[in-house]
């Protein structure tokens, strides 16, 4: 076995062991929008990988890490985000997506309501969160699950759930950032 040793995972064929993890491109539009960049960026990856991970996407408006930060919070974010599958399609190349909210590390830029599981700031760049209702804790996992089949509809072959880097999903696992003692 090596690099290029093709390897079936699930119902997925990969010509090769190579992965692109997602990057962060810092390249959307104010309103969340994948443009003509992202396209053109993972097409190219795609020529050497066998699976391509966009970067972060965000499930909400007021969870987008960067006020450049794609999004799939809307129905309208889809077409843009087509684009870009369809182009790592045409080079017979698998592509996710990854789902994000930032919770409490949102960006002051563009969140309107900053949440986290509790009023702990991260810092003061970012401020302190509200602490999240049992309704914002439902409302933001039905975000999840309209972006994800949003996702389906854009092209993606699969979804994957950012749960790191102190983002959103991430704080409710962290004692750092989850003072909860409720259920």
């Given amino acids: 076995m090596t690099i290029n040793t093709p390897i079936q995972i699930g ?25 003509k960049h992202h396209t053109e960026f993972y097409s190219r990856r795609a020529n050497h990988v066998s699976l391509v991970i ?6 909400s408006d007021s969870g987008r890490l960067f006020n450049n930060d794609i999004g799939i919070f809307t129905d309208h974010h889809i077409e843009s985000l087509k684009k870009i599958t369809e182009a790592v399609h045409a080079k017979q190349t698998p592509i996710f997506i990854q789902l994000s909210h930032g919770g409490r590390k ?21 401020g302190s969160p509200e602490a999240m209702s049992l309704a914002d804790i439902q409302q933001v996992a039905e975000q ?28 409710f696992l962290s004692p750092l950032s989850n003072h909860r003692i409720d259920a």
């Fill in 11 to 35: 119902g997925i064929s990969l010509k090769n062991r190579l992965i692109m993890a997602p990057l962060q491109q810092y390249a959307g539009t104010p309103d969340g929008f994948a443009t």
């Fill in 144 to 171: 999840y699950r309209i972006a994800a089949k949003r996702s389906v509809i854009a092209g993606f072959d699969g979804i994957e759930i950012h749960a790191a880097h102190g983002f959103l999903i991430h704080q």
């Fill in 54 to 59: 966009v970067e972060s996407t965000a499930v």
């Fill in 106 to 126: 949102s960006s002051p830029l563009v969140t309107q309501k900053l949440i986290a599981p509790s009023p702990i700031a991260y810092d003061e760049h970012y």
